[in-house]
T-cell receptor, first 111, second 114 residues
């Protein structure tokens, strides 16, 4: 079956770098997306990886290794406003290409 | 440009009652999705519309859930009769293409069934 694993919570210090990992198990992998959600808010798209390697968008980067069924989101120069939940989501053949989501990682940033 | 809007933002109903959730997607987005997140768990896919047609409804939990998108614009999701396990946050999202990597989400409707 399909499954995604990501840590439930990560704590980091303002100004630091943090990496949120995501491992997945699925068939017919198509791509890995990352979304950010602040409490009570809408999930917001951050990045997408369809091919192996690193995608960079400002302070955020996302990495994918299809052979390892693994990806991560890297957040640099952490700011207090980055405190939120981060979700990885996979699109795959065995889900009719619909997004399958992880349970989310709550990122806590301390001053 | 207006984003995806959902109404109501919160709803508290008694078991056995009916609730209808509404979603207005971004104008011009043919693809509309419904998702649900039960407390602390993953977001789960419910249904995908392309214009007014149901492209994929494999995530709908049972026949107490009915989604419509008449005219291919806004969509409604009706739960009738509601059960306790239906509680959660219902998200709507829209996108321009069906394989689009980026979907735009509404803020969700928090449904509590008591």
């Amino acid at each position: 079956g399909q499954s995604l694993e990501q840590p439930s919570e990560v704590t980091a210090v303002e100004g630091a770098i943090v990496q949120i990992n995501c491992t997945y198990q699925t068939s017919g992998f198509y791509g890995l997306s990352w979304y950010q959600q602040h409490d009570g808010g809408a999930p917001t798209f951050l990045s997408y990886n369809g091919l192996d390697g690193l995608e960079e968008t400002g302070r955020f980067s996302s990495f994918l290794s299809r052979s390892d069924s693994y990806g991560y989101l890297l957040l640099q120069e952490l700011q207090m406003k980055d405190s939120a939940s981060y979700f990885c989501a996979v699109r795959a053949l065995d889900s009719n290409y619909q997004l399958i989501w992880g349970a989310g990682t709550k990122l806590i940033i301390k001053p | 440009e207006a984003g995806v809007t959902q109404f109501p933002s919160h709803s508290v109903i008694e078991k056995g009652q009916t609730v209808t959730l509404r979603c207005d997607p971004i104008s011009g987005h043919d693809n509309l999705y419904w998702y649900r997140r039960v407390m602390g768990k993953e977001i789960k896919f419910l249904l995908h519309f392309v214009k007014e047609s149901k492209q994929d409804e494999s995530g709908m939990p049972n026949n107490r859930f009915l989604a419509e998108r008449t005219g291919g614009t806004y969509s409604t999701l009706k739960v009738q009769p509601a059960e306790l396990e239906d509680s959660g946050v219902y998200f709507c999202a829209s996108s321009q293409t069906d394989r689009n990597t980026e979907a735009f989400f509404g803020q969700g409707t928090r449904l509590t069934v008591v």
